[in-house]
């Protein structure tokens, strides 16, 4: 009778030992899909900028200074560390940047009416909504797995197997908090 229990102990441990590492698996690669998902989105953003600038330089040839801004920032993240904090950081001066070109709208009001630009700034708005979901959704499993790492007993294996905390995706800058408005 010892021995029945003894096995039926190992054997309830061991299903519990395997259904939380393969738990621990589960929730690292949906981590890494929702992160491969920003960056699909970013890529995208990042091939829409080149274009964006281009259609407001025929209207705005004198702003090279705002356009070489917009570039370099476009670089800079696109072509910078990929953690959560670099790459916020980076967004943030995206962003930021991003928010010049539009201004420069007001000043030529024939930019305003250009079909090729309304064009842009739509694909831009969306691009920045898909972002901003993906985000959430980055964010959403790196909270499943953080709170998996640190709940007991599950974090007995997340020791013994080296499973980590994931860092979420924060933006410092409140105003970068925000899509980039493309509102005429």
Do not use: C
Not at 16 to 37: K, P
Not at 111 to 121: E, P, S, T
Not at 170 to 176: V, Y
């Amino acid at each position: 009778m010892i021995t029945i229990i003894v096995i039926a102990v190992v054997v309830i441990l061991a299903v519990y030992f395997a259904a939380s590492y393969n738990g621990f698996v589960t929730l690292r690669n949906r981590v890494r899909e929702a992160w491969s998902d920003i960056d699909v989105q970013m890529k995208r953003r990042y091939d829409l900028i080149p274009n964006l600038v281009e259609t407001v330089k025929g209207y705005a040839a004198h702003e090279s200074g705002t356009f070489e801004k917009v570039i370099q920032a476009r670089n800079m993240a696109m072509n910078g560390p990929r953690d959560p904090e670099t790459l916020a950081k980076n967004e943030n001066i995206l962003s930021g940047t991003l928010k010049s070109i539009f201004a420069l709208q007001e000043s030529y009001p024939d930019l305003k009416a250009n079909q090729n630009f309304l064009k842009l700034q739509d694909e831009l708005r969306d691009t920045e909504d898909k972002i901003q979901s993906a985000r959430r959704f980055y964010n959403g499993n790196v909270l499943s797995l953080n709170t998996k790492v640190e709940q007991f007993p599950s974090n007995i294996i997340a020791n013994m197997f080296s499973f980590q905390k994931e860092k979420f995706f924060e933006l410092d800058d409140a105003a970068a908090r925000q899509a980039v408005q493309v509102k005429f």
